[in-house]
T-cell receptor, first 115, second 112 residues
């Protein structure tokens, strides 16, 4: 158990809908990262927040957005969902800002199925 | 930005040493290399991290040559429970900011 929690575990929804995924980082960690893992794309970095501020942006679609709240938990919002958005979404957290030896610890993931 | 490649799959017999290599030709000066293990439907689990030369912990060793264009994860004595997908992660800052690039993963099958 990494100490990172994600809810819900599974989510089934329809195309065009909007969903919110939630992540609570390990105690003391200031950074939260979001990754998407689909069968044909591997693990793709989406976005990182550090102490409430956006720190890095990867291959995140404009339909997706995230935020980190004052208590450091984070939410990933996915809107206008398409079939291709079906994937495992992982959250990771780390103590620092992500540079150097700052190690990311991953949560168990949320499996999103878009029908 | 560092692009990483790994072998898609490897087989190894129980008790043998297995070496999994990741190529990252465009690695930046500030990038560290981290290896993760992932079981089906679980999140990646940290194994080991390094910058150059050799790093060893209780489960694995990591070899990084002087040019840092590749890294090799070594599992000393494979057991059936090591069957998983292994990913290298190259992360750090480049000219465009901070990014984290996972390799495609190597599926290791431990054979009895």
């Amino acid at each position: 158990d990494s100490g990172v929690t994600q809810t819900p575990k599974h989510l089934i929804t329809a195309t065009g809908q909007r969903v919110t995924l939630r992540c609570s980082p390990r105690s003391g960690d200031l950074s939260v990262y979001w990754y998407q893992q689909s069968l044909d794309q591997g693990l793709q970095f989406l976005i990182q927040y550090y102490n409430g501020e956006e720190r890095a942006k990867g291959n995140i679609l404009e339909r997706f957005s995230a935020q980190q709240f004052p208590d450091l938990h984070s939410e990933l919002n996915l809107s206008s969902l398409e079939l291709g958005d079906s994937a495992l979404y992982f959250c990771a957290s780390s103590v620092g800002s992500g540079a150097g030896t700052d190690t990311q610890y991953f949560g168990p993931g949320t499996r999103l199925t878009v029908l | 930005l560092a692009k990483t490649t790994q072998p898609i799959s490897m087989d190894s017999y129980e008790g043998q040493e297995v070496n999994i290599t990741c190529s990252h030709n465009n690695i930046a000066t500030n990038d560290y290399i981290t290896w993760y293990q992932q079981f089906p439907s679980q999140g990646p689990r940290f194994i080991i991290q390094g910058y150059k030369t050799k790093v060893t912990n209780e489960v694995a060793s990591l070899f990084i040559p002087a040019d840092r264009k590749s890294s090799t994860l070594s599992l000393p004595r494979v057991s059936l429970s090591d069957t998983a997908v292994y990913y290298c992660l190259v992360g750090g800052r480049d000219n465009y900011g901070q990014n984290f690039v996972f390799g495609p993963g190597t599926r290791l099958s431990a054979l009895p």
